[in-house]
């Protein structure tokens, strides 16, 4: 399964953080609501807790891909 934006993207130095909690790209945000930084990481939790593997693929200026599969793996 996964989820694709056109948004702004990632830049490459950032994608091994991303999934830290606490952890955001852009501190400067240009959005009414902000959030807290903890989304990715629940995210990550749960599906390391339930065996699946999970990902993202970035590019600036184009997206992102989050991905995650429901096998599980061991």
């Known amino acids: 399964m996964e989820v694709t934006d056109t948004g702004e993207g990632i830049a490459p130095e950032d994608l091994p953080y991303v999934w830290d909690r606490y ?3 852009d501190k400067n945000h240009k959005r009414a609501v902000t959030g807290t930084g903890i989304g990715l990481s629940i995210v990550k939790s749960i599906m390391e807790m339930h065996g ?4 993202v693929v970035s590019e600036v200026d184009e997206g ?4 995650f599969s429901l096998k599980r793996y061991k």
């Open 64 to 67: 992102s891909t989050f991905w």
């Open 23 to 25: 952890y955001k790209v």
């Open 52 to 55: 699946t593997k999970y990902g």
